[in-house]
């Protein structure tokens, strides 16, 4: 905690490091709160008034519509100290386009229906509305937020949310200085343009994304453009400058908020040691780079300890599906180097792309730090084993569990099931299991069709669930997927990992119960299984699904409900579309 302070009052004065164009006023902001806070344990209350609109933007040099907050992308990052509460005013200038905003790794415990998940919590925000989130913070971390209707997310709503510790509690790792970067992967084709191919019967892929971004900033190839829409030139594309002292130790928080693309990230010569996950404490090992998927954010300790004569690169690779985006780079500047001086070297290429086992490896060495462990639950009450397959309905490709495919409702779950609509979602429970006796799942899957279904598992307020991932082939052939899972309202522990197929009666023997990491988004790995266990103890209605835009678009996912009879009166601004058009109050 002191050194987060520390690092808030000499950010101001290391200039180069803040030219990732998060707003000067905002961090200033941060920065009074967090003076009028100091030797306070009061909670505070952060107020912002976002306003939300398409702009033409070049993050990678290639200009393009993105979406932006207040002008930018990625968003301001929210900055607040634990049990504090969050409250933003979310205006919709999209002017034709719905909205929701998800606040990805907060729990939203006690007010679910401001989790910002479209079609489950709450309806969208309508063009020309505003509706105001209002949600505490209550535990430390690095979090993120992001757009949750559609595939908007892929158009560069963003941010992230760092929750500081309450003052005078240390840290159990020590550092110098406090840094952030969220990684991202962009698209050339819009959003609509991607959505449309994957949701026509004529299927095309979003394909490969043309950049990634560190901290909004890429460089994409212009030289192959017609002139005028792509510029090399363009500050807007200058890459992402970290200025480091000789000698300082920093801690990077590290985000990945990707569409579609497993990352792996690497400061040139420099070793990483692992100290958090998803907000909790890792039992800290040191690697060389970090496997990083969509939804995960991690921080990492190095020591500004190479030779200070030159400049180092960041790099991210594109791992599990086969690259074809370039590195995406960033600076490492060693002061007083020129901050924008290139590297002598070529940027790491990073692990092999297909290195499944590296992966693996990297997953199961994430425990629970000794001093911070949670312990699970030894037994739990029901097991939910989810195939993950590709399947087609009325001919269109689709991913399923179970054979089936998610859909979302008209009537956002939250609503119909606290206000007794019913009718308007499927009341028949999804299927808990799988023939897993028979299945195989190095095979393309015999059963071509899956069914549509907008059904949800409902569970025993407080039990505990377990819920197995299991991979299987895609409609390729030798195919398997990496799909990093998300949970909202919940963080789980991660009991294993195993590669072949999950058997209920061997597999559970080996679950790691000693010092299993929470977490609220995980890897399935390719032709593995992924075991998660989770206390059903937070009143909602909660989505698990795969964190790839596109997959998601396509049916991956689930829903799980819990104690809504426990809930008070649902707020009505969350209504109005669907059966709840009638509820909401003028
Ligand atoms: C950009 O593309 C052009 C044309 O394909 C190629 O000649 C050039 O080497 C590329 N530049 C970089 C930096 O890759
Ligand atoms: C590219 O951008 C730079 C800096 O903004 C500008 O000076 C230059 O004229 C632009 N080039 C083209 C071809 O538009
Ligand atoms: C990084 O860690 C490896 C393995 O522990 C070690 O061999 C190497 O010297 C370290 N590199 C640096 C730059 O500290
Ligand atoms: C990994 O991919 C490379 C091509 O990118 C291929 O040559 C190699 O055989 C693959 N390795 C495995 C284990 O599939
Ligand atoms: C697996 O990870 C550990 C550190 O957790 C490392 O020591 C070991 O070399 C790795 N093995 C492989 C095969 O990558
Ligand atoms: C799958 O669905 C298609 C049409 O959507 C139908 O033509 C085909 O017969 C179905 N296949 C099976 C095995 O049911
Ligand atoms: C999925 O469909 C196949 C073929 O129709 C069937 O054999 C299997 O039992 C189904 N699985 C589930 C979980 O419904
Ligand atoms: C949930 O169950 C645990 C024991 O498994 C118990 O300690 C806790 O008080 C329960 N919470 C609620 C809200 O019932
Ligand atoms: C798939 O893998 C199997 C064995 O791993 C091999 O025999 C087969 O030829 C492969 N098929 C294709 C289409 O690559
Ligand atoms: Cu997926």
Redesign the pocket.
Known sequence: MLQSRKEDLIWPKMEASRCVGLAAPLQYLFLFIIFATFGSVQANTHHQKWEVAYEFRSPDCFQKLAITINGRTPGPTIVAGQGDTIVIDVKNRLLTENLAIHWHGIRQIGTPWYDGTEGVTQCPIVPGETFTYRFVVDRPGTYMYHAHYGMQRSAGLYGLIQVLPPAGMAELFTYDYDRSIILNDWWHKSTYEQAVGLSSKDFTFVGEPQSLLINGRGKFNCSNVRSGVCNETNPECLPYVLTVVSGKTYRLRIASITSLSALNFEIE???LTVVEADGYHVKPF?V?NLNIYSGETYSVLFKA??DPSHNYWFAVNVVSRKPNTPTGTAILNYYPNPPRRLPPTMPPYGPLWNDTMYQLNQSNAIRSHPDYIHPPPLTSDRMILLLNTQNFVDGYLKWALNNVTFTLPHTPYLIALKEKLFHGFDQRPPPETYDYKNYDIYAIQKNQNATASTSIYRLGFNSTVDVILQNANTKNPNNSETHPWHLHGHDFWVLGYGIGKFDPEIDPKRYNLVDPIKKNTVALHPYGWTALRFQADNPGVWAFHCHIESHFAMGMGVVFEEGVDKLGKLPTDIMGCGDSKYLKRP
Do not use: A, I, Y
């Open positions: 010569g420099h070793n040191v060389k300890d190479q």
